[in-house]
């Protein structure tokens, strides 16, 4: 099969500011499973970047290997994207960004493709604050190769066959919360109201943005036992902190300033409110936001929402002095040192 | 043994090799390289090798300093003169002086063991003793213990203490009181030898006018320089001998050439990966956003990075990989040289997949094929491998100082601007709109027409998904078709025809060029008369077919185990693969040309043929 278009008809649909619809921001067709998590990631991403007004073409998309990472094929078609190795994809988006810091870098990868081959890339590109959105649609099992468990499975959950998992998972939320990301986030791919704004202060905050999105395999995953399915999910679910996103331009109304929610202004533009479910929840603290996901699995609950946030923290770009033109434009003769420079510098090996 | 200078016998002027035992970490790094570079300085030109292990400190090491008036750059295999500074090889550096050569120990304490030969004579100096006298704490006496050699070597053999005081006053600038030291030190083993040898060695270093014009520089320098000077922007890399000195080198020039001195903004980014995977994955990213962009690495590199090979191979993105070749398999001797990553690199990567290759033969050509390597990538839309090796990447090596064309603009290939996505209709990624097998590419940001999916999976000439077999099959031929174009854009051999009537020639490649000269000659001199061909570049071009076909035997000389070079030249030229005689050397040491003359004078031997 080759990949098809989707017919594009968006006469009575409503325009952005760029005069664009929400089809403008869409790819070719899904190939995933009907009902698939990943889809409805998908159109949250699709949602968030048209309503953020942002050009398809400011975006990058990057992905690895598995069903997850096929979806960058699914959203905003005029946008560049590479599909590249199994767990690679932090490395891509690392080269990529360091040569032009200027495009919003999203990249869409699993549980499989980050928390086994993956798990180095993912480490490493937390620790460098690489400024991209990682989305890790996590499912808990690997779909293309038909039901073996991933690293993200939980103690215990039981494969279709009714094999329980019998070795601990790795929770990217934590691993990401201990190396230092600056803004960790878990959703639910079955609550787009909580998605969206999530995928907007995500592409706003200018460092590495993880939103491990719960996103349901429907066909290896999605049975009684397991704890990654629709069910087990809605049931456990478990909102801590809610975002909303409100880009610079609107006017913020008496509605969000008076009613005790955070403000958060984002480096990249907009600004975050962000109202605690929880009473003692505070995002901002890292040490509790460990304590909450580490302690808090042992009643099963899915804690979700911006989990922690720190917008102070200097990204890839400041570490590395990079200039803020981008290598990539950057004319030649301001690369080269020229003949002269060339034959000065030989006198220290004469 | 003999233990004072006897009548001398042959005189031999700037045509002898100064061997160095000595121990990894005592600083005798500096003072070897001291010694190489007072000689090139008195206008004599030479070759270093330095020969150490796979430590920080403690293990053996070995310099050696080949004199040659000739201006051969290959090791000759000989050590005519070797100074014994490592207790534990002492049995070893002694039986490797040359007969009728010179040994000079520290006779600080006895060495019985050292009167082992009668045919050479040992010169004792008590280094340890004079340092131990002279200076205070312990490391500073290991230190002089090694600059207390040089001075000695330098009176035996007619070196110029002042050149050498010039070049200790440079290494140390403002710091006297460690130029006062050193000189001390030197002038220490210096007097010492004019007072107890007074008459010079029959092996002497006297000023003539060769190195003119040259330069003393390592290739993983020279090819750092030409990074810089392609307009690099981008390096990714993972720490591994023998090429780590290169991304060094990159960043020690960025840090001169292309920083902003009122912001301090760089204009380029190095990042040190957490492994290979990661730094050829970075260094894609880079090319696929339109930077040029590279990796140096090893074997061991290559090896890790060849899933990402493929995909950019496949994907079509540019990028330069720098393979400083050691020993292998696996860990092999990572301190040591081979020619041994040929075949990995031509078809690295699962699938059917073909690459551009580069052989540099010296640090000249490391500085001018890195800049063609960010041509070709950029031109061809794919990897290219820079192969050079150990000891072309790390030694010192005499060469004409490198030249720069002022008028260079590189070749970036074909890339759609802006305006010109603006004025198609629809651009499709893998399109092969002019005919030479290149499509057209665009970076992103630029504009939404130019967007496209860069995938490893199938896909078709439009850069679609695709599972269709015609389809499939389209875009590899294409890529098969650009591969075999880049033959005539690589590179050209050199050819070199030693002036008679030839039934036979070398076919070699990379740093064996100065031991295959050499080889011609000793062999012309008994009346063997060889041509020869260095190939630089892969896919082999024409030429190099054309070569190859005019000769009756072609003897293929290279540096690895299986004959590499022999395989790629039978696998991608029509030559007849029992006409390419291979003549190995896989010991891991730069190459001498003992090797070439034996291996063909055996297969001379065997022939019946000695022409």
């Known amino acids: 099969m080759t990949s098809m278009p989707k017919p594009f008809i968006d006469k009575h649909l409503p325009k952005n500011k760029l005069g664009l619809s929400v089809r403008n921001y869409e790819g070719v067709m899904s190939t995933l499973c009907a009902g698939c998590g990943h889809d409805s990631v998908t159109a949250a991403l699709v949602q968030a970047f048209w309503e953020l007004d942002l050009a398809p073409e400011s975006a990058a998309k990057v992905s690895g290997i598995g069903c997850s990472s096929k979806t960058t094929a699914y959203f905003m078609g005029q946008s560049h994207g590479i599909n590249c190795v199994h767990g690679r994809m932090p490395s891509v988006a690392t080269g990529a960004n360091a040569v032009n810091g200027k495009l919003h870098y999203i990249g869409i990868s699993g549980d499989g493709d980050s928390l086994s081959i993956g798990f180095g890339q993912f480490a490493h590109a937390i620790r460098r604050n690489l400024n991209m959105l990682y989305v890790l649609e996590n499912n808990g099992v690997y779909g293309l190769t038909k039901g073996q468990f991933s690293a993200s499975a939980d103690y215990g959950s039981k494969s279709k066959k009714g094999v329980p998992n019998e070795q601990t998972p790795i929770d990217p939320c934590v691993q990401a919360l201990t190396l230092g990301a600056g803004f960790v986030a878990r959703a639910f791919s079955g609550d787009k109201s909580q998605l969206v704004p999530l995928i907007k202060a995500g592409l706003m905050h200018k460092g590495f943005a993880l939103i491990d999105v719960i996103s349901p395999c429907v066909t290896f995953n999605d049975h009684a036992g397991s704890t990654k399915s629709y069910a087990h999910t809605y049931k456990y679910y478990h909102p801590l902190v809610h975002t909303d996103f409100v880009a610079h331009a609107e006017e913020i109304t008496g509605e969000y300033a008076d009613d005790g929610a955070m403000r958060v202004t984002m480096h990249d533009g907009g600004e975050l409110l962000l109202r605690k479910t929880d009473s003692d929840y505070d995002p901002r603290d890292r040490a509790q936001a460990i304590e909450t996901l580490m302690l808090g699995g042992s009643d099963g609950e899915i804690r979700t929402g911006l989990l922690y946030l720190n917008e102070d923290m200097a990204d890839m770009h400041a570490a590395n002095r990079l200039p803020d033109a981008p290598l990539n434009t950057l004319p030649y003769d301001q690369l080269n040192p020229g003949a002269g420079a060339l034959a000065a510098l030989q006198k220290r090996y004469r | ?611």
């Open chain 2, 1 to 611: 043994m003999k233990d004072v200078v006897e009548t001398p016998g042959e005189v031999r002027v700037n045509d002898f090799v100064i061997k160095i035992g000595n121990v990894n970490g005592t600083g005798s790094a500096s003072a070897n390289g001291l010694l190489m570079k007072a000689i090139f300085r008195m206008g004599v030109p030479v070759v270093g090798k330095n020969l150490f292990p796979s430590n920080i400190q403690g293990l053996p090491t070995w310099y050696e300093i080949r004199i040659t008036r000739d201006s051969y750059f290959a090791r000759s295999g000989t050590a005519d003169f070797v100074v014994a500074m490592n207790a534990e090889t002492y049995a070893r550096d002694l039986a490797e002086v040359s007969p009728g050569g010179f040994l000079l120990y520290d006779s600080t304490w006895p060495r019985p063991d050292l009167h082992g030969r009668t045919d050479i004579t040992a010169i004792g100096v008590p280094l340890a003793r004079m340092c131990n006298e002279q200076f205070d704490n312990a490391r500073t006496r290991v230190l002089m213990k090694n600059m207390a050699y040089v001075g000695a070597v330098a009176g035996l053999t007619g070196i110029d203490v002042e050149v050498i005081r010039g070049l200790v006053t440079e290494m140390f600038g403002t710091k006297a009181h460690l130029i006062d030291a050193n000189m001390k030190a030197i002038e220490l083993g210096l007097n010492y030898v004019r007072e107890h040898y007074p008459d010079p060695l029959p092996l002497r270093v006297e000023a003539m006018d060769g190195t003119a014009g040259h330069i003393l520089i390592d290739g993983n320098t020279a090819a750092a320089l030409g990074c810089v000077y392609a307009g690099a922007t981008f390096g990714a890399w993972y720490p591994i001998t023998p090429s780590t000195s290169l991304m060094d080198g990159f960043k020690s020039f960025c840090e001169k050439f292309r920083v902003d001195k009122d912001t301090g903004e760089k204009k380029f980014c190095i990042i040190q990966a957490e492994d290979e995977l990661a730094s050829i994955g970075m260094a894609i990213g880079a090319g696929w956003n339109g930077a040029r962009a590279f990796t140096p690495t090893s074997g061991p590199g290559i090896s890790l990075m060849s899933e990402f090979i493929g995909f950019a191979y496949y994907g079509e993105v540019p990028v330069v990989l720098f393979d400083v070749q050691r020993a292998g398999p696996s860990t092999g001797l990572p301190t040591r040289t081979q020619q041994c990553d040929l075949t990995l690199a031509a078809y690295a990567s699962h699938g059917d997949t073909k690459h551009i290759l580069v052989f540099p033969a010296n640090p000249k050509e490391c500085f001018e094929m890195a800049v063609q390597s960010f041509d070709l990538a950029e031109r061809f839309q794919t990897p290219v491998f820079f192969m050079t090796d150990l000891d072309i990447g790390m030694n010192d090596w005499m060469i004409p100082e490198l030249t720069w064309d002022d008028s260079y603009q590189p070749d970036r290939g074909k890339v759609l601007g802006k305006d010109e996505l603006e004025a198609i209709e629809k651009f499709y990624r893998y399109e092969d709109r002019d005919g030479d097998a290149i499509p057209y590419r665009t970076l992103p940001g630029v504009h939404p027409k130019g967007a496209y999916f860069t995938r490893g999976s199938g896909h078709n000439w439009k850069g679609g998904y695709t599972e269709d077999s015609d389809e499939y099959k389209e875009v590899l031929d294409r890529l098969t078709q650009k591969w075999k174009n880049a033959a005539a854009a690589v590179p050209a051999p050199v050819i070199i025809k030693c002036g008679k009537p030839a039934r036979r020639a070398i076919v070699s490649v990379g740093g064996c060029d100065g031991a295959v000269r050499e080889a011609m000659d000793r062999m012309a001199a008994d009346g063997v008369h060889l041509d020869y061909l260095r190939v630089r570049g892969f896919p082999f071009s024409q030429e190099v077919d054309d070569f190859i076909a005019g000769y009756d035997e072609v003897f293929v000389v290279e540096q690895n185990r299986d004959a590499q070079l022999r395989t790629l030249l039978i696998n991608e030229t029509s030559a007849d693969k029992t006409r390419l005689i291979p003549v190995l050397d896989y010991a891991g040491m730069a190459a001498n040309p003992k090797f070439i003359v034996e291996g063909i004078t055996a297969h001379l031997e065997i022939v019946g043929d000695a022409a």
